[in-house]
């Protein structure tokens, strides 16, 4: 669950997308749904990287992790920052993550990721 946060701000998507199983499904609701490997990458495109960074910084806490066997299911809340939002603000957004998880090859993966957005704003910088 951190990788995924350390990966995607890094901009280090070849293993971003191997923390997804491969019919992995990234839901961001009314903002799309993302199935599989190649709808992932899709998405990834869309991704500015300026900089070899995404200019996001995510924070996921307050983990509640449920195992069974080869499964799990795991809530946890999530803030993201962007320090260049839109005009001269910054940007953020505070959600939950809801997961899915599973255990090939000796590595957890998400068999799918729902993030749901609480609030969304802008902060001055």
Known sequence: MAGYCHCFDAADFTNWLGLFTDDG?????????????????????????????????????????????DQAHAMSYVLVVRPDGPRPLASWLAGRYEDHLVRQDGQWRFRHRKVLFDYVGEMSQ
């Not at 190649?38 to 990287?49: G, K």
């Open 25 to 69: 499904v990234f839901d961001r609701g009314e903002r799309g749904v993302h199935r599989g490997k190649a709808q992932l990458r899709e998405f990834l495109e869309l991704i500015p990287v300026p900089d070899g960074t995404t200019r996001m910084m995510h924070f996921v806490s307050n983990e509640i992790i449920r195992v069974d066997g």
